[in-house]
T-cell receptor
Framework: DQQVKQNSPSLSVQEGRISILNCDYT??????FLWYKKYPAEGPTFLIS?????DKNEDGRFTVFLNKSAKHLSLHIVPSQPGDSAVYFC????????????FGQGTRLTINP | GAVVSQHPSRVICKSGTSVKIECRSL??????MFWYRQFPKQSLMLMAT?????????EQGVEKDKFLINHASLTLSTLTVTSAHPEDSSFYIC????????????FGPGTRLTVT
């Protein structure tokens, strides 16, 4: 039962363009969503988060959009840089869920020069 | 801020032996720490939630007698893989949660365990 899904295992984007990573969830109890970036053999690094009371949160080059009715969120990175190449995980949590995170499968983003 | 360390980063052990992995929050107090494992090209799977001073809460399907978790202080949690088998080979990652509220977990760099 995959409650958080990232249907694109990989994405390739040209440097300077916008990268859009997508994530869908099924559990309507989720009310907090996070994006993490991960390099091989390292732990995930927190990027940005959004509460279900918002539909957008922006931090520098990173913007997360949340569509609650569609149970969908996306991470926009603009402009994309070579250092953005990594695996991106979305994660979700329910306020009543003891702060546990449920992760998607990840999307490998490659930024081409 | 919010730095988490893990030790060791890599460990190779023989089948049947036990291995201890340490997770430390370096610049914050973590009342709650989490232990995950990740198989190649797969997601992070939560194994257990560790609360300081109390017993860990294990996810369904995780053997608590095999994966012993101790959260003795607000900055240290340990995971001991007992009687390790080759199928326990994996990448183990811990995370800490600063404070009692909030959801941003901060992750350690992970430990690669190989059981031969």
């Amino acid at each position: 039962d995959q409650q958080v899904k990232q249907n694109s295992p990989s994405l390739s984007v040209q440097e300077g363009r916008i990268s859009i990573l997508n994530c869908d969830y099924t559990n309507s109890m989720f009310d907090y969503f996070l994006w993490y970036k991960k390099y091989p053999a390292e732990g995930p690094t927190f990027l940005i988060s959004i509460s279900s009371i918002k539909d957008k949160n922006e931090d520098g080059r990173f913007t997360v959009f949340l569509n609650k009715s569609a149970k969908h969120l996306s991470l926009h990175i603009v402009p994309s840089q070579p250092g953005d190449s990594a695996v991106y995980f979305c994660a979700a949590s329910a306020h009543q869920g003891a702060q546990k995170l449920v992760f998607g499968q990840g999307t490998r983003l490659t930024i081409n020069p | 801020g919010a730095v988490v360390s893990q030790h060791p980063s890599r460990v190779i052990c023989k089948s049947g032996t036990s291995v201890k992995i340490e997770c430390r929050s370096l610049d914050f107090q973590a009342t709650t720490m989490f232990w995950y494992r990740q198989f190649p090209k797969q997601s992070l799977m939560l194994m257990a939630t560790s609360n300081e001073g109390s017993k860990a809460t294990y996810e369904q399907g995780v053997e608590k007698d095999k994966f012993l978790i101790n959260h003795a202080s607000l900055t240290l949690s340990t995971l001991t893989v007992t009687s390790a088998h080759p199928e326990d080979s994996s990448f183990y990652i811990c995370s800490g949660l600063p404070g009692l509220a909030g959801f941003e977990q901060y992750f350690g760099p992970g430990t690669r365990l190989t059981v031969t």
